[in-house]
């Protein structure tokens, strides 16, 4: 009923940047919170970064001041600004969001497939 597109991984040199994009289409009434996970090889999925309809933000210690999270609700699209990325920062990240599919308030949570972030040299 939903997709989570997401785009712009890659390869990056540390220092460097990237912007993930995420943008959900489908049988959507209103979406909720929004966000990036990213999950390292061995590792558990973490959360990097939220985003609610209203705008307010949260980050992981790991990428504060240096990553962004963003949204475009009129495009469903939230975005990841990542700068001065660092070898520690490779991993697959995805996007999250909670949806509402009709006016009853029931929010069901979408995953997009994963992008992969390399930073390396």
């Known amino acids: 009923q939903v997709q989570l597109v997401e785009s712009g991984g890659g390869l990056v040199q540390p220092g460097g940047s990237l912007r993930l994009s995420c943008a959900a289409s489908?049988?959507?009434?209103?979406?909720?919170?929004m966000g990036w996970y990213r999950q390292a090889p061995g590792k558990q999925r973490e959360l990097v970064a939220s985003?609610?309809?209203?705008?307010?933000?949260n980050y992981a210690d790991s990428v504060k001041g240096r990553f962004t999270i963003s949204r475009d609700n009129a495009k469903n699209t939230v975005y990841l600004q990542m700068n001065s990325l660092k070898p520690e920062d490779t991993a697959v990240y995805y996007c999250?969001?909670?949806?509402?599919?009709?006016?009853?308030?029931?929010?069901?949570?979408?995953w997009g497939q994963g992008t992969q972030v390399t930073v390396s040299s």
């Open positions: 985003v609610t309809s209203g705008g307010s933000t």
């Open positions: 489908g049988s959507i009434f209103s979406i909720n919170a």
């Open positions: 999250n969001a909670a949806i509402q599919h009709t006016i009853v308030v029931v929010l069901y949570d979408y």
